[in-house]
């Protein structure tokens, strides 16, 4: 029986370039928002949301819970690819590849649902701070 070192080999390769270019892009950004979220609201650049963009209150609210989201949910993608390329038996790993890269994606957008409940929660429909 003859092992294809260089099919694994690219199945593995595939699997560490999404998971640094997903999970680096969540965590990398995560802390950039957190830290040092976009100055001027803009079109271009950003956690863009009607909501969001409603005044520099709203912006930078939702930069740094947007940013605290994706800096755990990119940890999370780093740990779960971690655990598909220690773990896996090579014979499964082309299916849980896909299904660790599905999973690196829905963590991606999942960002959006919980920042506009917070936004939601702390601001009325015209961006001013609730009492």
Sequence with gaps: MTVDCKGENEMVGSLLVTTVLICGTMV?????FQKRPPKQINSLYG????????NQSTWEFAHRYAGKIWFYSGIAGFAIAAGCLLFCQM???DGLSVACQVIQLVLLVSVIAPTERALRKRFDSQGNPKE
């Design 28 to 32: 990398g950004f995560g802390l950039l």
């Design 47 to 54: 956690y863009r949301t009607t909501m969001s963009m409603k």
């Design 91 to 93: 014979e499964f790993f």
